[in-house]
């Protein structure tokens, strides 16, 4: 008996000690659950609120070059000189050359990264795909400046040595390395797709008797066309966005031209070279790079758009 009620003594002296560490316990859950989602949607709020701060500095400082330089005359113009009199803003020279550049690119990078998305989803064994996919992933991890410096004294000598007509600075040998630099997004994202693709559509291929090169072609790329046309798109979209390879490679002509062999500028490339401090803050030749700054966010919005759309549009669910 003497027992029993000294063990009903220590149960209730442990029992309040009980009760306190579960009542606190749950005002912990009850702030971590109050003070969680508001720290996460900050977290979140910050690319939204970066992106809102740079669409409000663009369209401000842009808007105070339209109330100098007519926009029609700056979009429809085709003479570029707004350092040199007489001065003159029509940004398409800067337009043809970031075209000329991107297509080039996307002829180098498209084929290629399909290649190799093709040999390593269909081709390779794990311990090789293993091995090639980080190498090949290797080259976005380089800098683009020594692209640039690559493309300046590997790949022009080339060109030169094959067109002797083409110039130092040549919009074919930017356009080329640029195109290697975004292999690597162009085979993982549609690797990545083909990788998707159920093996029941492969295996009934192959019992129809088609060849591995077949299934590929045939079976899986179009099961993936959602996937590799979204990374054909983005990666349109990042050579529009490039600056040090152009910048070095390319040459600083805006000419409106069809040869890839002559010297051009593109629009990054113009922004870097106002952007250098040599001119007044405030002028209508400083405002001119947030005129083409503009210009490039369109763009390259409108591309990342077309690409959800397409991704959406061609999509195949399994």
């Not at 008996?1 to 002296?13: I, P, T, Y």
């Not at 003070?35 to 369209?59: H, N, R």
């Not at 007489?86 to 043809?96: A, C, D, H, M, T």
């Not at 405030?282 to 397409?310: D, H, K, P, R």
């Amino acid at each position: 008996m003497q027992s029993e009620a000294l063990q009903s003594n220590d149960n209730a002296k442990n029992a309040p000690v009980k009760v306190d560490a579960y009542k606190f316990k749950n005002e912990r859950v009850s702030i971590m659950n109050k003070v969680m989602p508001i720290l996460l949607f900050l977290c979140a709020s910050v690319s939204i609120m970066t992106t809102i701060g740079i669409v409000v500095t663009l369209l401000t400082e842009t808007y105070q070059f339209f109330k100098t330089i007519p926009i029609l005359d700056f979009l429809f113009g085709t003479k570029w000189s707004p350092l040199i009199p007489p001065k003159s803003f029509g940004v398409l020279p800067l337009l043809s050359g970031t075209l000329m550049i991107t297509v080039i690119a996307c002829l180098v990078a498209v084929p290629i990264g399909l290649a190799s998305a093709i040999y390593l989803s269909e081709y390779a064994p794990k311990k090789v795909r293993k091995v090639i996919k980080p190498i090949l992933e290797v080259l976005a991890g380089i800098p683009t400046i020594v692209y640039g410096y690559f493309a300046l004294s590997f790949i022009t000598p080339i060109i030169q040595s094959i067109f002797p007509s083409a110039g130092i600075f040549n919009a074919l040998s930017a356009g080329i390395v640029v195109g290697i630099m975004i292999i690597p997004m162009v085979s993982s994202l549609s690797e990545d797709a083909m990788s998707s693709v159920p093996r029941s559509l492969r295996d009934g291929a192959y019992a129809l008797g088609a060849t591995r090169f077949e299934v590929a072609l045939k079976i899986v790329v179009p099961a993936a066309l959602s996937g590799i046309v979204a990374s054909a798109v983005l990666a349109f979209s990042r050579a529009i966005g490039e600056t040090m390879i152009v910048t070095l490679a390319a040459g600083s002509t805006p000419n409106m031209t069809a040869n890839p062999l002559d010297s051009i500028q593109t629009m990054t490339a113009y922004i870097v070279q106002v952007s250098l401090g040599d001119t007044p803050h405030g002028t209508v030749e400083y405002g001119s790079i947030f005129a083409v700054g503009m210009t490039l966010f369109v763009i390259t919005f409108l591309l990342n758009i077309l690409a959800q759309y397409v991704a959406r549009r061609f999509r195949e669910e399994y």
